[in-house]
């Protein structure tokens, strides 16, 4: 039983800051790579930040740079995204995914090579 447990979600002003965290439950934590992605209305999910278990690379898309990091602490079975300057058009609903990183040559930036998933958090910023 894998359970990934998303919270940290809310309703902020643009240039606010959110903190997400994402807690597994059920698997080997540092063996997996960890995924954000977001999905808003009419639009396809993408992937935000994702960090590797074993070599800790990360990958943002290009819009989030310099305004989001991706951490992680093995001890807690918990990855953060720290969200800074928020904007408007990022209102989504955000996920976190799992997948094993040695499945994975380099760091996974696609929903389809995810294996687990959780409930996503709703992340609303107002103008």
């Known amino acids: 039983e894998v359970q990934l447990q998303a919270s940290g979600g809310g309703l902020v002003q643009a240039g606010g800051s959110l903190r997400l965290s994402c807690v597994a439950s059920g698997l080997s934590f540092d063996e997996y790579a960890i995924g954000w992605f977001r999905q808003a209305p009419g639009k396809e999910r993408e992937g935000v930040s994702c960090?590797?278990?074993?070599?800790?690379?990360?990958y943002h898309v290009d819009s989030v740079k310099g305004r989001f990091t991706i951490s992680r602490d093995n001890a807690k079975n918990t990855v953060y995204l720290q969200m800074n300057n928020l904007n408007p058009e990022e209102t989504a609903v955000y996920y976190c995914a799992a997948v094993p990183s040695i499945l994975t040559a380099v760091v996974p930036t696609t929903p389809s090579q995810y294996y687990y998933w959780g409930r996503g958090t709703q992340v609303t910023v107002s103008s």
């Open positions: 960090i590797r278990s074993d070599d800790g690379n990360t």
